[in-house]
Every structure is written in structure tokens, then in C-alpha cells.
């Protein structure tokens, strides 16, 4: 009897194990960079980088960048660039268990459209006002500060008898920006079906960053949907105005890091390569800050010495590295932090490519990556504890009689 309870706690002593081992291996990442380009090689910023799962929905999205990384976990995905007046770029990518820390960057190519941008039938209408397409706005976040990414999802639906042509979305954030400027973002031109036909509802995700000059407040944002009617060219304009929709509020604590400015963004093997970090404190309070500099593959981790950011002050710093000779061709992430306050920190990317050419003085503006490892760690703490349960009840079951004695007047103690 003893022994077959030994077989049985032994195998439940392994399973526990490889329970909190599998826990921590599910939540593997990779550091995705991806970079766009024209037809022509050359870098182009682009409206937005989206990468999408496989079921569809938006796993990360950047705007207003030519270079960026996302990291993912294992799965499949979709990476879609988008920019107003070229073709969108897409490339499928998946990641495994056995996948790299740091993938190959992913080099989207965008080419120029030839399709109109706007009507070009005659045109019976200047824009009548018309709620046949509906707008359902929902906000991912409310309060933010200067820096954050807010993304707006809208639902676009033609509630009308006739199809919706050439549709535009372009959504404002008002007087967000410095000197009282708007923020705006636009959707790709799309079309829709007419009501109660398939494809009569058009679901966009628009991402905006709040620029960092942002003054404290609340700010209206304003949807403003137009489109043309299929069969009489008739045109027509929703406007949705969602006041003091945004509520931007500056933390105590907070410096970000606006800008990774690259001396090239390809090098050979032994060269030298100079980094300029742009950080901002966007914060209350004045900071005593360092910036490091680092890459693990390439072998490089540089810390600057501290020295004091001011409230509403921006600086850039300067670090240089050299790649090593044995380096291997290849795209390498550059990582850029800014630590401050208790502990606190921001950090971006950037990437470079080691052999080929490349271009001088390239500037990223990468959005906030956040890595995350909680599953893991509580699946490896779970998998120790039920261990430990285990032991106990197998000395239990098998401490000497005479042991039980000692054991007894412990407990009383």
C-alpha cells in the first residue's frame, strides 16, 4: 500500500514540476522590429503599423513611425503598414517556443496607389449633412498623460437604402497639442454595403499619441465621417462631437524617451555607431536621471551618470558603441531607457541592421512596449509550492515510527 502511494505522490511530484515549467514557457516573447520603406528602399513614415492575431483582433498598433518593434507572444500574426496615398503592406509571421529572442526585422514595402482619393463623378451634393452612417465611439482610455497612446475603436454603419462610396474617417483631438494646435488621425478610404447587406459595417482601431507637450485639461475629440452615395454621387458628412472627452493630467513622476536618433541604421562589423537618446519630463517634479544604452546580443550596456531634467525640459544625450568584428549580419534591437524617481523607468527601441547600407542620421519615434511575465512567474511559483506539498506528505508516509515521537514534541513546543 505504501508503495503504490510513493508511485502516485511521485508521479503527482513530477506533474507539479512540469506544471510551473510549462507555465513559464507559455508566456516566451520575441521582439518583433519592423521597418518601412517606399518602392524605393528609402524609410518612409507611415500612418500606422498594426499587428493583428490570428482571430483578427489588434494585438499592438504604432502610428506615425518608420521604425518600431511590438513583442508578442507565441502565435500567429498579420503586421499590416498603412500610409494615405500608397498600397497597404502586410506580411503573416509566426512565433514558436524555439523562436529567438529578437526576430529579423520584418521590411514592409509601400508602394504609391493610383486610386483616386476622392470623387470623381459629377457630384449633385456639397456635403449635406446625414446620419445615414452611424458612429459608435468607444475610448480605451479617459484620463492619460502626455506621452500615452489612446486608441479609439469605431464602429461605422450604413443605415441607409443605397451603397456608401469612398468613406473617410478622420478623427480630432481639439487644441491637444502645442499652442493650442489639433491632433488629428485618419482611416483608410473604404466602402460600404447597403443596410441589411453583408459588409455594412466597417470596425476601425485609430491609435493617437498625446503629444508631449500636452497642457493639463479635458479635450474634445470630433469624428467626422463622409462618403458618397453610390448610385447618385450625392455627397454627405457625419459629425460626432464627444465633449471633454480626454482628461490629460501630469503624474509627479514621469520622463519619457520621444525620440532614438541612429547615426545609421546599418553598419559593418567593427564600426562605430553613435546613439542620441531625446527624453522629455513630462512630469511635476524635477529629476535626477540616467540613460542607458543596451543590447545583449551585440554586447552592449552603457549607463550615463546622472545629472538633473527639469520639469517641462527636454535634452538629448549621446552615447557611442562599437559593433563587434565577430557580429554576424543581421537586425539587432537597440534598447534606450530613462530611469528616474523611486525606481521608475521608460523604455524604447530601435533597431539596427549590421551589414548592407543603410541611412544616416535616421530618427525613431517609437510607442511604449510593455513586456509582461506574471503567468509565468506565478505558474513556476505554483508549481514549487505544490512540490513542497508533496514532500511533506511523502515523509509522511514514509518517516520511521520512531521519528514520530520527536516529531510530536515539536509540534507541542
Do not use: C
Given at each position: 500500500?505504501k508503495?503504490?502511494s510513493?508511485l502516485?505522490?511521485?508521479?503527482?511530484?513530477?506533474?507539479?514540476i512540469?506544471?510551473?515549467?510549462?507555465?513559464?514557457?507559455?508566456?516566451?516573447?520575441?521582439?518583433?522590429?519592423?521597418?518601412?520603406v517606399?518602392?524605393?528602399?528609402?524609410?518612409?513614415?507611415?500612418?500606422?503599423?498594426?499587428?493583428?492575431?490570428?482571430?483578427g483582433?489588434?494585438?499592438g498598433?504604432?502610428?506615425?513611425?518608420?521604425?518600431?518593434?511590438?513583442?508578442?507572444?507565441?502565435?500567429?500574426?498579420?503586421?499590416?503598414?498603412?500610409?494615405?496615398?500608397y498600397?497597404?503592406?502586410?506580411?503573416?509571421?509566426?512565433?514558436?517556443d524555439q523562436?529567438?529572442s529578437t526576430?529579423?526585422?520584418?521590411i514592409?514595402?509601400?508602394?504609391?496607389?493610383?486610386?483616386?482619393?476622392?470623387?470623381?463623378g459629377?457630384?449633385?451634393?456639397?456635403?449635406?449633412?446625414?446620419?445615414?452612417?452611424?458612429?459608435?465611439?468607444?475610448?480605451?482610455e479617459d484620463?492619460?498623460?502626455?506621452?500615452?497612446?489612446?486608441?479609439f475603436?469605431?464602429d461605422?454603419?450604413?443605415?441607409?437604402?443605397?451603397?456608401a462610396e469612398?468613406v473617410?474617417?478622420?478623427?480630432?483631438?481639439?487644441?491637444?497639442?502645442?499652442?493650442?494646435?489639433?491632433?488629428?488621425?485618419?482611416?483608410e478610404?473604404?466602402?460600404?454595403?447597403?443596410?441589411?447587406?453583408?459588409?455594412?459595417?466597417e470596425v476601425?482601431?485609430?491609435a493617437l499619441?498625446?503629444?508631449?507637450?500636452?497642457?493639463?485639461?479635458e479635450?474634445?475629440?470630433?469624428?467626422d465621417?463622409e462618403?458618397?452615395?453610390?448610385?447618385?454621387n450625392?455627397?454627405?458628412i457625419?459629425?460626432?462631437?464627444e465633449?471633454?472627452?480626454?482628461?490629460?493630467?501630469?503624474?509627479?513622476?514621469?520622463?519619457?524617451?520621444?525620440?532614438?536618433?541612429?547615426s545609421?541604421?546599418?553598419?559593418?562589423?567593427?564600426?562605430?555607431?553613435?546613439?542620441?537618446?531625446?527624453?522629455?519630463n513630462?512630469?511635476?517634479?524635477d529629476?535626477?536621471v540616467?540613460i542607458?544604452?543596451?543590447?545583449?546580443?551585440l554586447?552592449?550596456?552603457?549607463?550615463?551618470?546622472?545629472?538633473?531634467?527639469?520639469?517641462?525640459e527636454?535634452t538629448?544625450?549621446?552615447?557611442s558603441?562599437?559593433?563587434?568584428?565577430?557580429?554576424?549580419?543581421?537586425?539587432?534591437?537597440?534598447?534606450?531607457?530613462?530611469?528616474?524617481g523611486?525606481s521608475?523607468s521608460?523604455?524604447?527601441?530601435?533597431t539596427?541592421?549590421?551589414?548592407?547600407?543603410?541611412k544616416?542620421g535616421?530618427?525613431?519615434?517609437?510607442?511604449?512596449?510593455t513586456?509582461?511575465?506574471?503567468?509565468?512567474?506565478?505558474?513556476l511559483?505554483l508549481?514549487?509550492?505544490?512540490?513542497?506539498?508533496v514532500?511533506?506528505?511523502?515523509s509522511?508516509?514514509?518517516?520511521?515510527?520512531?521519528?514520530?515521537v520527536?516529531t510530536?514534541i515539536?509540534?507541542?513546543?
Amino acid at each position: 500500500m505504501k508503495r503504490t502511494s510513493a508511485l502516485i505522490l511521485g508521479v503527482v511530484f513530477v506533474l507539479s514540476i512540469l506544471a510551473g515549467a510549462t507555465s513559464t514557457l507559455a508566456v516566451q516573447t520575441s521582439v518583433v522590429p519592423v521597418s518601412t520603406v517606399d518602392d524605393n528602399g528609402q524609410s518612409l513614415t507611415v500612418d500606422s503599423i498594426t499587428v493583428f492575431n490570428s482571430d483578427g483582433t489588434v494585438a499592438g498598433k504604432k502610428t506615425g513611425v518608420s521604425s518600431t518593434s511590438f513583442v508578442l507572444e507565441k502565435g500567429t500574426y498579420t503586421i499590416v503598414a498603412k500610409k494615405s496615398g500608397y498600397k497597404d503592406a502586410d506580411r503573416d509571421l509566426t512565433i514558436t517556443d524555439q523562436s529567438p529572442s529578437t526576430l529579423a526585422t520584418s521590411i514592409l514595402t509601400l508602394q504609391k496607389s493610383n486610386e483616386p482619393t476622392g470623387g470623381t463623378g459629377s457630384g449633385t451634393g456639397t456635403g449635406a449633412t446625414s446620419q445615414d452612417l452611424t458612429v459608435d465611439l468607444e475610448i480605451s482610455e479617459d484620463k492619460v498623460s502626455p506621452g500615452d497612446v489612446v486608441t479609439f475603436d469605431l464602429d461605422i454603419e450604413n443605415t441607409a437604402e443605397y451603397d456608401a462610396e469612398e468613406v473617410e474617417v478622420t478623427l480630432t483631438v481639439k487644441g491637444i497639442d502645442e499652442n493650442g494646435e489639433d491632433v488629428e488621425v485618419e482611416a483608410e478610404t473604404f466602402d460600404l454595403n447597403d443596410e441589411g447587406s453583408d459588409d455594412n459595417v466597417e470596425v476601425l482601431s485609430l491609435a493617437l499619441r498625446v503629444p508631449f507637450t500636452a497642457e493639463e485639461g479635458e479635450y474634445d475629440v470630433i469624428v467626422d465621417v463622409e462618403w458618397k452615395n453610390e448610385d447618385t454621387n450625392e455627397k454627405f458628412i457625419n459629425q460626432v462631437v464627444e465633449e471633454n472627452a480626454i482628461e490629460v493630467e501630469r503624474q509627479d513622476h514621469d520622463v519619457r524617451v520621444t525620440e532614438i536618433i541612429l547615426s545609421e541604421t546599418a553598419v559593418d562589423a567593427g564600426n562605430n555607431v553613435q546613439v542620441g537618446i531625446t527624453i522629455f519630463n513630462v512630469g511635476l517634479q524635477d529629476e535626477d536621471v540616467k540613460i542607458r544604452v543596451k543590447s545583449t546580443e551585440l554586447g552592449v550596456d552603457l549607463t550615463s551618470g546622472q545629472f538633473e531634467l527639469d520639469e517641462d525640459e527636454e535634452t538629448t544625450q549621446h552615447m557611442s558603441f562599437t559593433v563587434p568584428k565577430n557580429t554576424k549580419n543581421g537586425e539587432y534591437v537597440i534598447q534606450a531607457t530613462v530611469m528616474f524617481g523611486d525606481s521608475e523607468s521608460k523604455t524604447e527601441f530601435a533597431t539596427l541592421k549590421v551589414g548592407g547600407q543603410g541611412k544616416d542620421g535616421v530618427s525613431v519615434i517609437p510607442l511604449t512596449t510593455t513586456i509582461s511575465n506574471e503567468f509565468g512567474s506565478i505558474g513556476l511559483v505554483l508549481g514549487i509550492i505544490i512540490a513542497l506539498v508533496v514532500i511533506a506528505l511523502v515523509s509522511k508516509e514514509f518517516i520511521p515510527a520512531s521519528w514520530g515521537v520527536r516529531t510530536e514534541i515539536i509540534r507541542r513546543r
